[in-house]
């Protein structure tokens, strides 16, 4: 399973950006991706997620009404849109994958697939 994700980058506060997770290499035929951020010293956060089975999405308090998960099974990608970011969402964001149904995995424990990250910078 190979998880690649691309379009970080530094942004103003208020602005958005459009992350990307091209997925290959799974088994099942359904499976939960997540995104997660994470900051020096603080725990892996838990923000976004997506069961590839019925589409159902789930959002941290923190991504609520400004982040949307979404997928696009041809190209098997799964993006995230954030707007009016804040210097606050500045972090490390990873996609992850499990097999374990996005309803059931809301922490990066649940989650064995990760890529390398992306860098999101926000200023004020």
């Known amino acids: 399973v190979q998880l690649v994700e691309s379009g970080g980058g530094s942004v103003q506060a208020g602005g958005s950006l459009r992350l990307s997770c091209a997925a290959s290499g799974f088994s099942e035929d359904s499976y939960a991706i997540g995104w997660f951020r994470q900051v020096p010293g603080k725990v892996r956060e838990g923000i976004a997620f997506?069961?590839?089975?019925?589409?159902?999405?789930y959002y941290s308090d923190s991504a609520k009404g400004r982040f949307i998960i979404s997928r696009d099974s041809a190209k098997n990608t799964v993006y995230l849109q954030m707007s009016s970011l804040k210097p606050e969402d500045s972090a490390i964001y990873y996609c992850a994958a499990t097999s374990v149904p996005a309803v059931l995995a809301g922490t990066h424990r649940h989650y064995n697939y990760w890529g390398q990250g992306t860098q999101v910078t926000v200023s004020s």
């Open positions: 997506l069961d590839t089975k019925d589409g159902t999405t």
